[in-house]
Antibody, heavy 114, light 110 residues
């Protein structure tokens, strides 16, 4: 079964850091572009970042550029999102998704609050 | 980053047809078409169609996507109660090198 499972969410103070993980199973992880998408409470979807299958190419939304870093470990079928300098407006459920949004995880909640 | 434009809400009756729209520009919808996602409350999104009516296996034929210029459309025929959900469009923007989303359309089945 093709599956994505996120972890690492939680409560963090403004200015703090958090690292999200997404573990994939059921497909050849390195063959696929992976992405992070977030959804603030009661709001719509917002694309955060993409990473190529090899990890050599990355793209970021302007709202997170310079603060967030996407990476992957293909040997462990894992995707990561390092989030630094967190702001209140980063509060959201963070989903990992495969290539053209074909597979989604259940999401992990990040709350930025003092 | 500028997003795509979707109507906030659409209401239609049971067994009727709903057409949801998504308007962008030459760099996104007009470039490679739109992806459509369905999201029920409390659940992750589900892919309905990518890049203009390429439906994943398991998605009902009642869902069909199309594009005319910079506007993409999702047509849902024979509306069922389970179709009541939020629908999002997304497209790769070649000028921004970023994915952009619409604000979502809440579909109510009366």
């Amino acid at each position: 079964e093709v599956q994505l499972v996120e972890s690492g969410g939680g409560l963090v103070q403004p200015g703090g850091s958090l690292r999200l993980s997404c573990t994939a199973s059921g497909f050849t992880f390195s063959d696929y572009i992976m992405k992070w998408v977030r959804q603030a409470p009661g709001k719509g979807l917002e694309w955060v970042s993409d990473i190529s299958g090899s990890g050599s190419t990355t793209f970021y939304a302007d709202s997170v550029k310079g603060r967030f870093t996407i990476s992957r470990d293909n040997a462990k079928s894992s995707l990561f999102l390092q989030m630094n300098s967190l702001k209140d407006e980063d509060t959201a459920v963070y989903f990992c998704a495969r290539d053209l949004y074909t597979v989604w995880g259940q999401g992990t909640l990040v709350t930025v609050s003092s | 980053q500028a997003g795509l434009t979707q109507p906030p809400s659409v209401s239609k009756g049971l067994r009727q047809t709903a057409t949801l729209t998504c308007t962008g520009n030459n760099n996104n919808v007009g470039y490679q078409g739109a992806t459509w996602l369905q999201q029920h409350q409390g659940h992750p999104p589900k892919l309905l169609s990518h890049r203009n009516n390429n439906r994943p296996s398991g998605i009902s034929e009642r869902f069909s996507a199309s594009r005319s210029g910079n506007t993409a459309s999702l047509t849902i025929t024979g509306l069922q109660p389970e179709d009541e959900a939020d629908y999002y469009c997304s497209a790769w923007d070649s000028s921004l090198s970023a994915w952009v989303f619409g604000g979502g359309t809440k579909l109510t089945v009366l």
